[in-house]
Structures are given as structure tokens and as C-alpha cells.
């Protein structure tokens, strides 16, 4: 009786966020979906579509990852080249991701029944709770209905999270396969296998006792699992490589725009956030687009190295956009916009960092997976542009977090009333 009353419940939440996010789409998708990033990948799908592979255009093969293009160009196979039909398709892709955060905050990944956040009896109301959370959560209802790579993504890391969370070594290459489906979708992501490997081997390698430390065999289980992952990652990433080498002659595992990203937030343009508009990149004419790349990157270390001060203010002024409580574009500083970001900031956003505070002992299998995620996205967005768009993977965590909060508080209450 009660796993049927979980059931309808949660049946109840995925329906009202699907609902959600076909109505916005339906009805305001077209009048936001004007990202300058949107036509770029949508020119990509097309060039896909047609037979001329993942190009941008003749002088930029390779500018954008590939699999955020493909994902587009399959839809417009199916549902035709107007944009509606991809947002119809990530809006259920979003309402799939609700039902992920469920699943990851009930460890059903986990070969060991009980939750990440504590016992059978609470981790189950965890998790409706985090699902219900994410279901009205107003940034996942909006980049739904925009074509950019967020609903994918957040997708694509949620599926990433609940593999990791397995100890088992036959999800590890399975992970590895998901991680590097992230990275094809946001190149940034090419290194976090790194940090997410360092906090698999430190978080699942059984402590020694008080005498001495553990044993080294104690490191094989994880180093295995490791191994295993970046095989799989390497896998997921070999065709986009081989493709690259074969086109420019070097290994090229992300895109040939990180460099004028970097440099777009490392200049004596910069300011935070967004300044692509802002720098003669005229100057870079004339070279190959490899070249310019390594041009950018180039500027951009250098201008580090000369200002080191305005490199560290600007660090500081990147986190404050990427944790900022509402969207830094003036178009949505209107009062119900601010209402809107203020509120799912305090219901969501805070109240998970608090949580996690709160329930770190108890998250131990949940903290493998978001602990790196969290620092990485952190030092990432200290160096390249801050956005609140760029913090939407860890909003799921967050609501998980937050959910569990909610949840020790309404036991206290009812014990105290008990009492």
C-alpha cells in the first residue's frame, strides 16, 4: 500500500511538471528562445542534417561539441526544422530529469537498499520531496523552452550522478560513457573526471582502524572502479578526437573556442560575465582556426600573469554572478522576475547549501558525486564567465539537500509537539 501511494505520488509530480514545462514552452518558449549560443547550434544540426558534419562553418570545424548539435539534428529529423518541435522534446527530456533526481536521492542506483540521506523510512520522503522541488523549479521550466545545451546537460549529469553513486564496477565504464556524453555537450567538463576519480578512491576506501591506517588492498576496489570509468570516458570521447585529429593533425579533445572564451574572461575587456562583443578578435585574422585558439589562450594566460589582482577581483566577481539570486541580464530585473528568482533561491538554492551543512554525515554515497561537482563548477566559473545559467547542474543536488532539511525540520516540530 504504501510503495502504490509513493507511486501515484510521484506520478502526480511528473505530471505536473511536464505540464509545467509544455505550457511555458506552448506559450512563451518563442518569446525568450533568442540566445546568439541557439542559432550557432542550430546552424551546426543543420550542417549535420546536409552531409557536412559538425562544422560551424568552413573556417570553424570544430567551435561548438558535438553532441548538443546532434541531439537538435535528430529532432528536426523527426518533428521538422522549426525550433517548437526541440522545445517540445526537452521539455519531456526535463520532466525525465525529475524523475533522475528521485531516483538519485533514493539511491536506487545503490546496491545497498537504504538512502544516501539516511534511513528507509526518511529517504523515501527525501526524495518525492526533492522531485516536487525540481518539478516547479522556475530555471528548469525556462531553459526547457530555450535551445541551448542546460536541459540536456542537467539531464546527462543526473544520469552521471546515479551511475557513480554505484559501487558496483559494472557501472564504472558506464559512467565513464556518461561523463564523456557531458563533456561533448560542455567542453568545460574535460577535466572533472579527474576530480570525480580523486573523490571516488578517497570517499569509498575503507578507513584503517585507530592504530593504523587501512590496508593498501583497500585501494584496489577503488582504484579498479577508476580505471574502468576513465576507460569508459575514453571510449565516449574517442570519436570526436579521432575525428579532430583527422581534420587539424592534433589532439583536440573539447573545441577550438576555449581560447577566446578564455580570453573573453581573462582581458582587460572582461567584467564578470558576457563580453564576446567586447574585443577586437580581428587581431586573430589571417590565422587557422587551431591557430587562433592558441592565440586566445595565449592572450589570455598572459594578461594573467601581468594582472594578477585583476585576475583575482574579477575571480570574485565571476562567483558573485554565478551565486547571484536573480538573472544578471537587465530583461529579467522586472519585479516579478526578481520575485520569482528570489524565492525558488531561498526555497532551493540556500536551503540546500544549509542542508548540506546539516546532513553531510548522513550523504556520505550523494557526496562522492556532488562535492567534486561543487568545486569544480566553482573553480571553473572563477576563471571563465560567471552565469546563474552555468549553476543550473547543481540545482538538482540542491533540492535534494534542501528536501532533507525540510524533512529533519518537520520531524523536530513533530516531535516537539509530541513532547
Same mark, same amino acid.
Given at each position: ?15 505536473? %511538471? ?31 542534417? $546536409?552531409?557536412?558534419? &559538425? ?5 570553424? *570545424? ?15 529529423? !523527426? ?9 517540445? !522534446?526537452?521539455?519531456?527530456?526535463? $520532466? ?11 539511491? !536506487? ?22 522531485? %516536487? ?10 531553459? #526547457? ?46 577535466? &572533472?573526471?579527474?576530480?570525480? +576519480?580523486? #573523490? ?9 582502524? #585507530? ?43 573539447? $573545441? ?12 582587460? $575587456? ?26 586566445? *589562450?595565449? *592572450? ?10 585583476? &585576475? ?21 530585473? +522586472? ?7 528570489? +524565492? ?10 544549509? +542542508? ?27 576563471? &571563465?564567465?560567471?552565469?546563474? *545559467? ?23 516540530? #513533530? ?5
Amino acid at each position: 500500500m504504501e510503495f502504490a501511494r509513493r507511486r501515484s505520488i510521484l506520478v502526480a509530480i511528473l505530471l505536473l %511538471a511536464g505540464a509545467l514545462r509544455l505550457a511555458f514552452v506552448i506559450g512563451w518558449g518563442e518569446r525568450f528562445d533568442n540566445y546568439p549560443d541557439s542559432d550557432e547550434y542550430l546552424r551546426v544540426a543543420q550542417n549535420v542534417r $546536409t552531409g557536412r558534419g &559538425f562544422e560551424l562553418d568552413s573556417e570553424n *570545424r570544430a567551435a561548438r561539441a558535438p553532441l548538443y548539435p546532434l541531439f537538435c539534428a535528430i529532432v528536426q529529423d !523527426v518533428l521538422g526544422e522549426e525550433r517548437e518541435g526541440i522545445r517540445l !522534446v526537452q521539455a519531456l527530456l526535463s $520532466t525525465a530529469s525529475v524523475l533522475l533526481v528521485y531516483c538519485v536521492a533514493s539511491g !536506487v542506483s545503490a546496491s545497498d537498499p537504504p538512502g544516501p540521506l539516511g534511513a528507509r523510512d526518511s529517504y523515501r520522503h527525501i526524495a518525492l520531496l526533492a522531485a %516536487a522541488l525540481c518539478a516547479v523549479f522556475p530555471y528548469f521550466i525556462f531553459y #526547457s523552452a530555450l535551445c541551448l545545451t542546460e536541459t540536456l546537460f542537467v539531464f546527462l549529469v543526473l544520469g552521471l550522478a546515479l551511475l557513480a553513486m554505484d559501487e558496483r564496477r559494472v557501472s564504472a565504464p558506464l559512467a565513464g560513457i556518461m561523463a564523456g556524453l557531458c563533456s561533448l555537450t560542455r567542453p568545460f567538463m574535460l577535466l &572533472f573526471p579527474v576530480f570525480l +576519480g580523486a #573523490s571516488v578512491v578517497v570517499f569509498r576506501t575503507p578507513r584503517g582502524s #585507530s592504530e593504523g591506517d587501512a590496508s593498501p588492498r583497500a585501494w584496489w576496489g577503488p582504484a579498479a572502479w577508476v580505471c574502468l570509468f576513465f576507460a569508459g570516458y575514453a571510449l565516449a570521447l574517442s570519436p570526436w578526437v579521432v575525428r579532430n585529429y583527422l581534420i587539424f593533425g592534433r589532439f583536440l579533445p573539447g $573545441t577550438t573556442l576555449a581560447g577566446a572564451s578564455l580570453y573573453e574572461a581573462c582581458s582587460e $575587456t572582461a567584467n564578470g560575465g558576457p563580453a564576446m562583443e567586447k574585443v577586437d578578435w580581428g587581431q586573430a585574422d589571417g590565422m587557422s582556426e587551431v591557430e587562433k585558439d592558441a592565440y586566445w *589562450r595565449d *592572450r589570455a594566460v598572459r594578461w594573467v600573469e601581468e594582472h594578477p589582482g585583476r &585576475f583575482l577581483f574579477l575571480a570574485v566577481e565571476k562567483q558573485r554572478r554565478f551565486w547571484s539570486v536573480a538573472p544578471n541580464h537587465p530583461f529579467f530585473r +522586472g519585479f516579478q522576475y526578481m520575485a520569482l528568482a528570489a +524565492g525558488s533561491y531561498l526555497v532551493v538554492t540556500l536551503a540546500g547549501m544549509i +542542508g548540506l551543512v546539516a546532513v553531510w554525515r548522513r550523504s556520505r554515497r550523494l557526496l562522492v558525486f556532488f562535492l567534486p561537482l561543487l568545486f569544480y563548477l566553482v573553480l571553473m566559473h572563477a576563471v &571563465f564567465v560567471g552565469s546563474v *545559467r552555468y549553476r543550473l547542474p547543481l540545482e538538482p543536488f540542491l533540492a535534494i539537500f534542501a528536501a532533507a532539511l525540510y524533512t529533519a525540520l518537520w520531524r523536530y516540530i #513533530s516531535r516537539v509537539r509530541e513532547d
